[in-house]
């Protein structure tokens, strides 16, 4: 019996995980285990009663009455009203056509807007459906291989969950009690390195295979320089300026994450229903009056764009409200759950066990980093990111901010170092098989002629270039904490 009660937080584990094998929806899963294992543990001694009210209490002061959660619906928000409002659309054809003539052009193109979408959305679901809807029958009829289309879409709508805002670094950095916004700012450098190497791979193909990726066969004169002035103008300037809004406002300091939540979601609602609705409407007026239509003529023109532009806006808001409460609720219920079972997990003695085993096995800090990046590699291939987050960061985290990589990463840095690196290696989780999401939602909506196997051969180079990112970050903190440096030292 004392056997039983020793291990019992290893048997709460391997529950769970035989569970959510098991289809159930992963909320219940974690506060259903979390709260029989209480159970068991009061029946068996090792608790008091008293102590199952703790969790009532750490699940409010955690998760419901964390202030810097409030960041979560605000940035979910502010990434569905412009993908529902057609933001998106526009910067999508802007790129593509100041790109149409490079090798790969359109591919880059996709690379590019999922890079601007990271920073605008952080929604790693909406990102891929959209592109996929957007660019994939584009990208067939230009006869680019199914498999780098694919794999183009799938990484390139991922990289919202490591370039900020993103909701898993909210969440990451509140479980390390670390600041949201260092925590920004040290995604920045790994983020755009690996959008730069996907932009490298792309071109690369697009040079040496020259089949998988073809350039346009015609493209604008100079005639035309003004007209694509114009189109990058309205297609990227506005998203741009939102952009800087929210993440300038953190990185200079004139506002907290959670308030640049808040001016994202009201500038994302300013930039759908009013300020593109108005460019449009002053580039039909424009184009009426260059075209000598009477003054009359081209008033009325501009007002018929301009009713166009805003037809349906109550539908594509109350959309976007109802869309960000599921996607909220969803991701509520999970970290209500997960902080059940953690704090069961703990009070069971469960952390101390982990701690016990790790300090006999007398293993170095290099090697216990790479054991708990390997372990997330794997679980990417069966688990969620905000299960494999809600799940090993409690238990490894107290261990890895307790080790001395000596000059390599100051103890200072390390919790934003080796948060930097989880996200990195959590990004895979998203398009590693069976169960990676991006793939699912890629396949969904993509034309028949595209295959799952086109799917699986296209991501496989873009999970090699999310490993060598982690690499090099592994290898070269600065890349993570120059940023956080500069702008803070």
Known sequence: MSTFIEFLPLFMFATMAMLLFSGFPVAFVLGGVGVAFGLIGVLTGELIPIQLYSITQRMWSGAAENLTLTTVPLFVFMGVVLEKAGVAKDMLASLNRALERVPGGLALSVTLLGIILAAATGIVGASVVM??????????????????????????????????????????????????????????????????????????VSVFAPGAA????????????????????????????????????????????????????????????????????????????????????????????????????????????????????????????????????????????????????????????????????????????IEITLIVLPVFAPIM???????????????????IMLAINLQTSFMTPPMGPSLFYLKAVAPPEVRLGHVYRGIIPFVVLQLIALMLVMAFPEIAMWIPHAMLD
């Not at 498999?147 to 919202?160: V, Y």
């Not at 479980?175 to 390195?193: D, E, I, K, N, Q």
């Not at 009713?307 to 806006?313: C, D, K, T, V």
């Not at 901010?401 to 948060?419: I, K, M, N, R, T």
Request: hydrophobic share 60%.
């Open 401 to 419: 901010l307790a080790q001395d990589f000596g000059e390599h990463v100051s103890p200072q840095d390390l919790p934003y170092w080796f948060a």
């Open 214 to 385: 073809p350039a346009a066969r015609s493209g604008h004169g100079s005639k035309d320089l003004g007209r694509l002035i114009v189109t990058l103008l309205v297609g990227l300037v506005p998203a741009f300026l939102l952009i800087f809004c929210v993440l300038g406002s953190i990185l200079f300091g004139w506002a907290t994450p959670t308030e640049s939540a808040g001016i994202g979601a009201g500038g994302a609602l300013l930039l759908a229903f009013v300020v593109r609705p108005v460019i449009y409407t002053a580039l039909s007026y424009t184009r009426f009056a260059i075209e000598g239509a009477a003054a009359n003529a081209a008033k009325g023109g501009a007002l018929s764009r301009f009713a166009a532009e805003n037809r349906g806006w109550w539908r594509i808001f109350l959309d976007s409200i109802r869309e960000s409460a599921l996607t909220t609720g969803m991701i509520f219920m999970i970290i209500l759950a997960a902080t059940a079972f953690a704090l069961t997990f703990r009070l069971l003695g469960g952390e101390h066990l982990v701690t016990d085993y790790v300090i006999a096995l007398e293993l170095s800090p290099w090697h216990l980093l790479a054991i708990v990046l390997v372990l997330v590699f794997v679980l990417g291939f069966f688990f969620d990111w």
């Open 131 to 204: 592109l996929s809807l957007l660019a994939m029958p584009v990208m067939l009829e230009k006869r680019y291989s199914p498999a780098l289309a694919s794999g183009a879409i799938a990484a390139s709508g991922t990289l919202g969950i490591l370039i900020p805002p993103s909701i898993m670094l909210v969440i990451i950095a509140d479980l390390l009690s670390r600041s949201v916004g260092t925590m920004f700012m040290a995604a920045f450098g790994p983020g755009l390195l690996l959008g730069v190497l996907y932009l490298v791979f792309i071109l690369g």
